[in-house]
């Protein structure tokens, strides 16, 4: 008899699913780069500089996610396997990678951000929250400090 209430609330639940969350940017280089075309407010000069960077960036780490798709199954086997030695190997191995592709993002984003005007750079963020992201530096320590000071 509970079969009513779960299916009616299925389209409401799809619909909630189907909204990008508001006041972030999406994920992915077309969300990145339609979001920050429209917050900014991107001249076409501006918008082609973008494009190419995100371009770039796309190209410098293709290959680098197959590794590291590779390497994730590596780190799937040794947890079953239970070989501590390659977890720890294997880890590492993500590590790097993930510190290359952090550097690649922030050479393209630097690319970027270097076309923008005073305005631009102001609604970007003082930690570059709009161009780095949660995790990526946006939401750094220092920033999470300035919007909740700790009690005196």
């Known amino acids: 008899m509970k079969v009513w209430p779960i299916a009616l609330s299925l389209p409401l639940i799809a619909s ?7 006041g972030r940017l999406g994920r992915g280089p077309a969300n990145l780069e339609s979001g920050l075309t429209q917050r900014l407010g991107l001249n076409a000069t501006q918008q082609n500089t973008l494009h190419t960077a995100l371009e770039e960036e796309r190209t410098q780490i293709r290959g680098m996610m197959q590794q590291r798709q590779m390497l994730h199954q590596s ?11 390659q977890i720890e190997q294997v880890t590492q191995q993500i590590a790097s990678l993930d510190q290359q592709r952090s550097a ?8 970027f951000y270097s076309g923008l005007t005073a305005d631009q750079k102001t609604k970007v963020g003082p930690n570059l929250e709009l ?22």
């Open 131 to 152: 161009l780095l992201g949660p995790g990526r530096g946006g939401g750094s320590a220092m920033w999470r400090a300035r919007r909740n000071p700790p009690p005196q």
């Open 104 to 111: 690649i993002h922030a050479k393209a984003m630097m690319k």
């Open 75 to 85: 780190l799937v086997a040794a947890i079953k396997a239970g070989n501590a030695d």
């Open 16 to 22: 909630l699913c189907a909204q990008p969350p508001q």
